[in-house]
């Protein structure tokens, strides 16, 4: 059977394993596979290294020391080898009630102390939320994607209008990408090193911390690797049926609805069947019934914006703020407002005048717009503290805002050195087949933000990737057959 490979390591696969493809076709792929691992792990240290310059407070080398430390000692033979021990001396069904309830217990610690009012976007879903429950309907507007609205409002629908109630469910979301973490380490690494991410997972302080907000990313987390888990249940060896691919497409459907980025995930989807054993042709077929599956789950929303504005949106009107915020003249890398419009321009026209304005300008500026490749790296994978600046909106004591900041620069640390390691250790030496739903992945976000802002936030939807790297490179652990 085949080898899916590890996620981030593609190497990791022992040469010969998995579906080759013999000629000019491994090369290409293999190389790659390694230009892009060479590319993440000097944006990941460049990051890492650079963030503190950036926000000017060179006492965030600290934390930076402390993680970097924490990483070489855990790679330690004798440290990884008493926590494979421990972790494999559980049963199965014990271990994954106590860490999926690790992870519950935490996030409602966490609310219970430190949640606040929602604010900014988080604000606007709560309150979209209550506008509908209470029979007043979305609103005429579509800057923000509907699906984190949409799925308050059904938390509301089931629980009454409390905060808390959404709290306590987002608590439960950690459980979910906990779990879903456990389910696709596994059947990329051997058990103890999925063991190990699913408690990276439960206990990493940036998801845990994010429990207290209304931020969609958890829950676009549990989307993702639920199509990224769905992938591999049935080995590519295996064809999938039309139904299972219709299956895939309904959930990046949901995954759309709660971040536009989901629009372009059956391209993705489409190139890890072919690179995985699949024909070029039914490779293609399966990437089509993704494209048309997902457009039909966010038909009736399309439809209702035709319907609002009397033009086609997709899904949200944001896109060109979004990229606006990083392409024009005066741009920090930084979330910004966009410029404000003559009375009478409609949300659509202001969104496709920054989008034109945008190209324009990475058209006629290309120095500037390689410039501010810089800092959105720092911005976006420096750090993954951005949570306890949306989280507090400096609510929060400030002693308790700086020892927040400070753990979870401790643990990105940590996770990232041992990331790079499994990425330098093994994807850049040896030419073999990686697990391409979740390496796509990971390319695609690095992708979409050298060109849109960049916070921190924005990829806590993509931690499990690099949790199962991490402990795959703590544990030294090469992948298993599925």
């Given at each position: 059977?085949?080898?899916?490979?590890?996620?981030?390591?593609?190497?990791?696969?022992?040469?010969?394993?998995?579906?080759?493809?013999?000629?000019?076709?491994?090369?290409?792929?293999?190389?790659?596979q390694?230009?892009?691992?060479?590319?993440?792990?000097?944006?990941?240290?460049?990051?890492?290294?650079?963030?503190p310059?950036?926000?000017?407070m060179l006492v965030?080398?600290?934390?930076v020391?402390?993680?970097?430390?924490?990483?070489?000692l855990?790679?330690?033979?004798?440290?990884?080898?008493?926590?494979?021990?421990?972790?494999?001396?559980?049963?199965?069904r014990?271990?994954?009630?106590?860490?999926?309830?690790?992870?519950?217990?935490?996030?409602?610690?966490?609310?219970?102390?430190?949640?606040?009012?929602?604010v900014?976007?988080?604000?606007?879903?709560?309150?979209?939320?209550?506008?509908?429950?209470?029979?007043?309907?979305?609103?005429?507007?579509?800057?923000?994607?509907?699906?984190?609205?949409?799925?308050?409002l059904?938390?509301?629908?089931?629980?009454?209008?409390?905060?808390?109630?959404?709290?306590?469910?987002?608590?439960?979301?950690?459980?979910v990408?906990t779990?879903?973490?456990?389910?696709?380490?596994?059947?990329?690494?051997?058990?103890?090193?999925?063991?190990?991410?699913?408690?990276?997972?439960?206990?990493?302080?940036?998801?845990?911390?994010?429990?207290?907000?209304?931020g969609?990313?958890?829950?676009?987390?549990?989307?993702?690797?639920?199509a990224?888990?769905?992938?591999?249940?049935?080995?590519p060896?295996?064809?999938?049926?039309?139904?299972?691919?219709?299956?895939?497409?309904?959930v990046?459907?949901?995954?759309?609805?709660?971040?536009?980025?989901?629009?372009?995930?059956?391209?993705?989807?489409?190139?890890?069947?072919?690179?995985?054993?699949?024909?070029?042709?039914?490779?293609?077929?399966?990437?089509?019934?993704?494209?048309?599956?997902?457009?039909?789950?966010?038909?009736?929303?399309?439809?209702?914006?035709?319907?609002?504005?009397?033009?086609?949106?997709?899904?949200?009107?944001?896109?060109?703020a979004?990229?606006?915020?990083t392409?024009?003249?005066?741009?920090?890398?930084?979330?910004?407002?966009?410029?404000?419009?003559?009375?009478?321009?409609?949300?659509?026209?202001?969104?496709?005048?920054?989008?034109?304005?945008?190209?324009?300008?990475?058209?006629?500026?290309p120095?500037?717009?390689?410039?501010?490749?810089?800092?959105?790296?720092?911005?976006?994978?420096?750090?993954?503290?951005?949570?306890?600046?949306t989280?507090?909106?400096?609510?929060?004591?400030?002693n308790?805002?700086?020892?927040?900041?400070?753990?979870?620069?401790?643990?990105?640390?940590?996770?990232?050195?041992?990331?790079?390691?499994?990425?330098?250790?093994?994807?850049?030496?040896?030419?073999?087949?990686?697990?391409?739903?979740?390496v796509?992945?990971?390319?695609?976000?690095?992708?979409?933000?050298?060109?849109?802002?960049?916070?921190?936030?924005y990829?806590l939807?993509?931690?499990?990737?690099?949790?199962?790297?991490?402990?795959?490179?703590?544990?030294?652990?090469?992948?298993?057959?599925?």
């Open positions: 059977m085949e080898s899916t490979g590890l996620p981030i390591a593609p190497s990791l696969v022992a040469p010969g394993n998995g579906v080759t493809r013999g000629g000019r076709g491994v090369a290409v792929w293999s190389t790659l390694q230009a892009f691992g060479l590319l993440f792990v000097l944006t990941l240290i460049w990051g890492v290294l650079s963030f310059y950036f926000k000017r965030g080398y600290v934390p020391a402390v993680g970097l430390g924490l990483a070489c855990a790679s330690r033979r004798s440290v990884a080898a008493g926590v494979e021990r421990f972790l494999a001396a559980w049963p199965q014990r271990f994954l009630i106590v860490v999926v309830s690790l992870a519950v217990v935490l996030r409602v610690v966490a609310v219970l102390l430190l949640a606040e009012e929602p900014s976007d988080h604000d606007v879903y709560h309150r979209t939320a209550l506008r509908m429950l209470g029979g007043r309907g979305y609103g005429p507007t579509a800057y923000f994607a509907p699906g984190m609205s949409f799925w308050l059904l938390v509301y629908w089931s629980f009454g209008e409390s905060l808390l109630a959404a709290w306590l469910v987002n608590a439960g979301i950690g459980g990408l779990w879903l973490t456990y389910d696709v380490g596994r059947r990329v690494v051997a058990e103890p090193a999925a063991r190990l991410a699913a408690v990276l997972a439960a206990v990493f302080p940036s998801l845990v911390l994010y429990a207290t907000t209304l969609n990313d958890p829950l676009l987390g549990c989307a993702i690797f639920t990224v888990t769905l992938f591999l249940r049935r080995p060896a295996r064809a999938h049926p039309a139904w299972y691919v219709a299956l895939i497409g309904v990046l459907g949901a995954v759309t609805f709660l971040k536009p980025i989901g629009l372009l995930l059956p391209v993705v989807f489409g190139l890890c069947y072919w690179r995985r054993g699949a024909t070029l042709t039914r490779s293609f077929r399966n990437g089509a019934v993704l494209a048309v599956v997902l457009f039909v789950t966010i038909l009736p929303w399309s439809i209702r914006n035709v319907l609002v504005f009397g033009e086609y949106v997709a899904v949200t009107t944001g896109g060109g979004a990229l606006w915020m392409n024009h003249a005066d741009a920090t890398a930084l979330s910004e407002k966009p410029p404000d419009f003559p009375p009478g321009t409609s949300e659509v026209q202001h969104d496709r005048i920054l989008w034109k304005r945008s190209w324009e300008h990475i058209l006629r500026h120095d500037r717009f390689i410039r501010m490749l810089l800092p959105k790296a720092a911005y976006l994978w420096g750090t993954s503290s951005t949570v306890v600046s989280a507090s909106a400096d609510r929060w004591d400030p308790v805002e700086r020892a927040a900041k400070f753990v979870i620069n401790v643990a990105w640390t940590f996770v990232c050195v041992l990331f790079v390691v499994a990425i330098w250790r093994d994807a850049l030496c040896r030419s073999t087949v990686a697990f391409w739903p979740v796509c992945l990971l390319a695609y976000l690095w992708g979409i933000h050298l060109f849109y802002e960049a916070q921190s936030r990829h939807a993509f931690l499990p990737v690099l949790f199962i790297g991490a402990a795959a490179a703590m544990l030294r652990r090469r992948p298993v057959d599925v």
